[in-house]
């Protein structure tokens, strides 16, 4: 195939108002979290989402933790999450005393196995942490049914479906405490950063203050809890703003990307394209990921070496959190197999899906599929 600038796996659109308000910021001097631009981030990023109250926050892992803390999950707490996700969403559980009990994940969608939550739910649980992965939301309205039937609490991880909906409810409205993040890739950027969005007046105070080191606010520097420093800046909120913006605009280009990968890859052999649709949402494609097929005689890192070679960046799926050494070592997920989530962390990766991808580059990317599944 034909050679030219390697292609990465993500690359950012700041052509907005980035850098204006940028400007902004440093002309007026306001660069800490105290500046006008976060408490308008928060104010119309929640309206966006149609919750009452935004808390931005450093990243989007910070968000998990604070959202544990806020609810109160603690030691001898059980909550119900994905083993295909993010570390971070069993880190905010362990680091919060609690446990995190695991479900597969669709062999199709890549989100979590609804119909395996219930048997999962003991007496100790006490939340349901759904998380949208790549591009399509979980079936939300089951688990809503099951929360309700058992009493428990749901928080949810928005982070990689910013500007999707569930059966035209925007993702990031289901939770008690919902939870989105702006690393680069995200389809609204502030080059690292996060956000925590509720209804309910005192967690979305909690969280403000647990991000704020719990300063006591008619005493500052005395502390009745522990919290954090996870306050995000007045210039990573300048981004936010300008990126908000432009959020309908980004959701058609990653559907354009999305269409255009499926057209270009549908006549490639041994490879899994993604969900386009289901009943409750369209893909909005974070990331566009693949998945080998069995018959393919190598494995998603061998794949993904290859197309480094043809200068296509990757990225592999998520490992499983009951294969992660670090809680194998604390004595967690002992002897449980989810083989969904372990096959697809084997065999899927995910090609060039930023927001700046180009028409050729997105040629050569199927071009390259083409060549090492020949
Ligand atoms: C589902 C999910 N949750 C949480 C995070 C963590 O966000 P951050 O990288 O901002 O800490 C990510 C990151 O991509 C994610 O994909």
């Given at each position: 195939m034909s050679g030219g600038n390697p292609i990465p796996v993500n690359q950012p659109l700041l052509d907005g108002n980035e850098e204006k308000y940028l400007v902004e910021c440093i002309r007026t001097g306001w660069i800490s979290s105290e500046g006008p631009f976060v408490a308008r981030f928060e104010e119309q990023f929640a309206a966006r989402v149609g919750r009452?109250?935004?808390?931005?926050?450093?990243?989007?892992?910070?968000?998990?933790?604070?959202?544990?803390?806020?609810?109160?999950i603690g030691a001898g707490d059980e909550v119900i999450?994905?083993?295909s996700t993010i570390i971070s969403c069993?880190?905010?559980?362990?680091?919060?005393?609690?446990?995190?009990?695991?479900?597969?994940?669709?062999?199709d969608t890549w989100n979590m196995d609804i119909g395996a939550v219930e048997?999962?739910?003991?007496?100790?649980?006490?939340?349901?942490?759904?998380?949208?992965?790549?591009?399509?939301?979980?079936?939300m309205d089951p688990l809503l049914s099951l929360a309700r039937k058992h009493g428990l609490k749901l928080i949810e991880d928005a982070a990689?479906?910013?500007?999707?909906?569930?059966?035209?409810?925007?993702?990031?409205?289901?939770?008690?405490?919902?939870?989105?993040?702006?690393?680069?890739?995200?389809?609204?950027?502030?080059?690292?950063?996060?956000?925590?969005?509720?209804?309910?007046?005192?967690?979305?105070?909690?969280?403000?203050?647990?991000?704020?080191?719990?300063?006591?606010?008619?005493?500052?520097?005395?502390?009745?809890?522990?919290?954090?420093?996870?306050?995000?800046?007045?210039?990573?909120?300048?981004?936010?703003?300008?990126?908000?913006?432009?959020?309908?605009?980004?959701?058609?280009?990653?559907?354009?990307?999305?269409a255009r990968y499926a057209q270009l890859l549908k006549g490639t052999r041994g490879i899994q394209l993604p969900v386009a649709s289901?009943?409750?949402?369209?893909?909005?494609?974070?990331v566009y990921g693949l998945v080998l097929d069995d018959w393919v005689p190598f494995d998603a890192k061998e794949a993904m070496a290859r197309l480094a070679r043809l200068g296509i960046g990757t990225r592999p799926f998520f490992w499983p959190m009951h294969e992660q050494p670090v809680f194998t070592k604390m004595?967690?997920?002992?002897?449980?197999?989810?083989?969904?989530?372990?096959?697809?962390?084997?065999?899927?990766?995910?090609?060039?899906s930023g927001m700046a991808l180009q028409e050729d580059q997105a040629v050569r990317v199927a071009s390259a599929l083409g060549e090492i599944l020949r």
């Open positions: 009452k109250h935004g808390v931005a926050v450093a990243n989007g892992s910070v968000a998990l933790d604070a959202a544990v803390v806020a609810l109160d999450m994905p083993t069993a880190a905010a559980v362990v680091r919060a005393g609690a446990k995190p009990v695991l479900v597969d994940c669709d062999a048997s999962r739910i003991t007496p100790r649980t006490r939340a349901v942490m759904a998380v949208h992965i790549f591009g399509l939301p979980v079936d990689e479906l910013i500007g999707q909906t569930y059966r035209g409810r925007p993702c990031g409205s289901f939770g008690e405490l919902s939870t989105f993040s702006f690393y680069p890739n995200k389809h609204v950027t502030t080059g690292e950063g996060g956000m925590i969005v509720t209804d309910d007046d005192a967690l979305a105070e909690k969280c403000r203050s647990l991000r704020n080191l719990c300063f006591k606010p008619e005493q500052r520097f005395v502390h009745d809890e522990l919290g954090w420093n996870f306050r995000l800046s007045n210039l990573q909120a300048a981004l936010g703003v300008a990126q908000l913006e432009r959020l309908d605009a980004s959701v058609a280009i990653k559907r354009r990307m999305g289901t009943p409750y949402a369209d893909n909005i494609y974070w004595g967690l997920f002992g002897g449980e197999s989810h083989p969904n989530a372990e096959r697809i962390a084997r065999r899927g990766f995910y090609i060039p």
